[in-house]
């Protein structure tokens, strides 16, 4: 797929402001609140700024009191769920530890079992061996 066939999917709002990267050239859409901001690239992951389109002062985008206020509450809320998802995440991780390791210890029990079962058959095929010469050196006796 084409680059500029990427671009064609999204939705590109008025306000929007549609660049390319300067280092990869992929287009790229950002709303208008993003303009003069560093963001990376979605395609290369290079640190780029967005740029401030022509007619447009960095002062048309600050925001009133209550937007502000909104904002940062809704950037706790976020923050605040973020952390219990992390701290979920986190007893998951150290569940999985314990199964990996109960895992590995079970695994390490079936290849003790294993090398026994292969001592004993290595006996077998030895006492095998010895059974089939005794028979063959009393054959040659009678």
């Not at 991780?93 to 294993?114: C, D």
């Amino acid at each position: 797929m084409d680059e500029k066939d990427d671009i064609q999917d999204v939705e590109i709002m008025p306000t929007d402001i549609v660049f390319d990267c300067p280092n990869c050239n992929h287009n790229l859409v950002v709303d208008y609140r993003a303009a003069g901001l560093q963001v990376p690239c979605s395609q290369c992951g290079t640190i780029i700024q967005v740029p401030i389109p022509d007619g447009m002062h960095i002062e048309d985008l600050d925001c009133d009191p209550g937007e502000l206020l909104q904002q940062l509450l809704q950037t706790r809320r976020m923050l605040v769920k973020a952390e219990a998802a992390a701290q979920q995440l986190g007893e998951k991780i150290v569940e999985m530890t314990q199964q990996v390791a109960e895992y590995r210890k079970a695994l390490l029990a079936v290849k003790a079992r294993s090398e026994t079962m292969q001592e004993a058959f290595d006996l077998a095929a030895a006492a095998r061996q010895d059974i089939a010469k005794l028979i063959d050196a009393t054959e040659v006796l009678k």
